[in-house]
């Protein structure tokens, strides 16, 4: 099982969209993981509301990438600008590294927003990553 650390600032919208999706649609080929930089501390409300759309109950955790020091990871995908800058030079360890910008859905406050880019992070991520598997 390979595993995939998706990598954004707050850790509470794109990157937890990504990990939950991965971890429903993949889940015999991935485990993905998410953090951030500058965390949250909480899963955005909208971001829940657009999985379970999607049949997707997510029951994730908003937290900083420091808790994964030392964890290996096949891949690290950063899913915002910010985080690709900041990203710590010990996940220089992961077998590889990609940056995949997705918008930033926070504060809209709009849930077609989020189904917006919880649709644009399905088809390119699970996609991506089931061409690497």
């Known amino acids: 099982m390979k595993k995939v650390l998706f990598l954004c600032t707050g850790n509470s919208c794109r990157s937890q969209l990504a ?4 971890n429903y649609r993949l889940s015999d080929q991935w485990s993905a993981f ?3 930089s500058h965390p949250e501390g909480y899963v955005h409300p909208l971001a829940i509301a657009a999985l379970r759309e999607i049949g997707i109950e997510h029951k994730g ?3 900083h990438f420091d808790v994964f020091k030392g964890t290996h990871f096949d ?3 950063t899913v915002c600008d910010n985080a690709a800058k900041a990203c710590p030079t010990w996940l220089g ?3 590889n590294r990609v940056h995949m910008p997705f918008s930033d859905p926070f504060s809209s406050n709009d849930l077609a927003t989020y189904r917006k880019v919880r649709d644009e992070i399905e088809a390119q991520v699970v ?3 089931s061409q690497l598997a």
């Open 34 to 36: 998410s953090a951030g």
């Open 127 to 129: 996609g991506y990553l």
């Open 61 to 63: 955790e908003s937290k």
């Open 75 to 77: 891949l690290v995908i």
């Open 93 to 95: 360890s992961a077998g």
């Open 19 to 22: 990990e939950a999706i991965v």
